[in-house]
């Protein structure tokens, strides 16, 4: 499987605990994306990264939300003391550099955050 | 300030029928404007996207009509399927889509059997 692939599927966490969930693009995309889902919302921009360089971060992420992409290869999203306004599902896409031929981004199937 | 904004928020179309979704965007910088199709649990993938060099585009059962001027686009389907039951989302991107996605709310379809 050369898609994107994100892990865990599924977190439970109680509240005030830090969370980490991991992205792995696909290989040749050095762009990757991390999105924050709601229910019943479209996906919503939290960060980018070109290779290891973070170079975006949306005012939703707050100083609680760290993401690194060491080596600009696989990527993870740190949420420390977790709150229930936490609760989503956490999207990482890629793209490829390749602008002439193919900009899409490539979603992975998420992460669902609950925290209890 | 909501950027895309996305209509319905709930369709159900008979099988054979129709299905028609609307977006409208503010931003005149976007230029380039995909569809994504969720089913649940999964991640949203691509299903068809435009640039807004041309006015239309159609892949298989689905087709997007651009409006430059109004700032508006739409996904159709025709000859709707149960199988195309998903959550669609419209989005809006800068820099030829190599940049971050502005997503509509999202429109739910149902198409019955």
């Known amino acids: 499987d050369t898609g994107v692939s994100q892990n865990p599927r599924h977190k439970i966490t109680k509240r005030g605990q830090?969370?980490?969930?991991?992205?792995?693009?696909?290989?040749e995309h050095n762009r990757l994306y991390w999105y924050r889902q709601t229910l019943g919302q479209g996906p919503e921009f939290l960060t980018y990264f070109q290779n290891e360089a973070q170079l975006e971060k949306s005012r939703l992420?707050?100083?609680?939300?760290?993401?690194?992409?060491?080596?600009?290869?696989?990527?993870?999203?740190?949420?420390?003391?977790?709150?229930?306004?936490?609760?989503?599902?956490?999207?990482?896409?890629?793209?490829?550099?390749?602008?002439?031929?193919?900009?899409e981004a490539f979603f992975g199937q998420g992460t669902r955050l609950t925290v209890v | 300030q909501q950027q895309v904004k996305q209509s319905p928020q709930s369709l159900i179309v008979q099988k054979g029928g129709i299905s028609i979704i609307n977006c409208a965007y503010e931003n005149t910088a976007f230029d380039y404007f995909p569809w994504y199709q969720q089913f649940p649990g999964k991640?949203?993938?691509?299903?068809?996207?435009?640039r807004p060099d041309v006015s239309e585009k159609k892949e298989g059962r689905?087709?997007?009509?651009?409006?430059?001027?109004?700032?508006?686009?739409?996904?159709?389907?025709m000859d709707s399927q149960p199988g195309d039951s998903a959550?669609?989302?419209?989005?809006?991107?800068?820099?030829?889509?190599?940049?971050?996605?502005?997503?509509?709310?999202?429109?739910?379809?149902?198409?019955?059997?």
């Not at chain 1, 991991?22 to 290989?27: E, N």
């Not at chain 2, 009509?65 to 109004?70: E, L, V, Y």
Request: aromatic fraction near 10%; proline fraction near 5%.
């Open chain 1, 18 to 27: 830090n969370v980490t969930f991991r992205c792995d693009p696909i290989s």
């Open chain 1, 61 to 103: 992420l707050s100083d609680r939300f760290s993401a690194e992409r060491p080596k600009g290869s696989f990527s993870t999203l740190e949420i420390q003391r977790t709150e229930q306004g936490d609760s989503a599902m956490y999207l990482c896409a890629s793209s490829s550099p390749n602008k002439r031929l193919n900009t």
């Open chain 2, 43 to 50: 991640g949203p993938a691509l299903l068809i996207a435009i």
């Open chain 2, 62 to 77: 689905f087709t997007i009509s651009f409006n430059k001027s109004a700032k508006q686009f739409s996904l159709h389907i």
């Open chain 2, 87 to 113: 959550t669609y989302f419209c989005a809006a991107s800068m820099n030829s889509g190599y940049s971050t996605l502005t997503f509509g709310k999202g429109t739910m379809l149902l198409v019955s059997p």
